[in-house]
Nanobody
Framework: QVQAVESGGGLVQAGGSLRLSCVASGRTFSYFAVGWFRQAPGKVREFVATITTDGQSATYADAVKGRFTISRDNAKNTAYLQMTNLKPEDTAVYFC??????????????WGQGTQVTVSS
């Protein structure tokens, strides 16, 4: 079975930065897009960013454009989300999944356990 482990979350002040990592198991990592999604208490899982299999193209949610950067290193089975100029509304649990390149959580699977990001005002 494939699975993923997210890390790098924490508590930061507004305007600060964090880099999240997603380490995936399995031998097919390079065959799938990677998506980052986030979920706040009482809210649905929300699209954040996704990256193509080769890491050359990416799509971002309007709320994070210009602030977040997604990347991947296929040799390490790892994807990243570099977050800068964080805002309180970015507070959520962040999840990564592998699947088909889209902005819908339904095309992704092999989710990790999530990592908490909390941004204070």
């Amino acid at each position: 079975q494939v699975q993923a482990v997210e890390s790098g979350g924490g508590l930061v002040q507004a305007g600060g930065s964090l880099r999240l990592s997603c380490v995936a198991s399995g031998r097919t990592f390079s065959y799938f897009a990677v998506g980052w999604f986030r979920q706040a208490p009482g809210k649905v899982r929300e699209f954040v960013a996704t990256i193509t299999t080769d890491g050359q193209s990416a799509t971002y949610a309007d709320a994070v454009k210009g602030r977040f950067t997604i990347s991947r290193d296929n040799a390490k089975n790892t994807a990243y989300l570099q977050m800068t100029n964080l805002k309180p509304e970015d507070t959520a649990v962040y999840f990564c999944g592998q699947g088909i390149y889209s902005t819908s959580a339904g095309t992704y699977g092999a989710w990790g356990q999530g990592t908490q990001v909390t941004v204070s005002s």
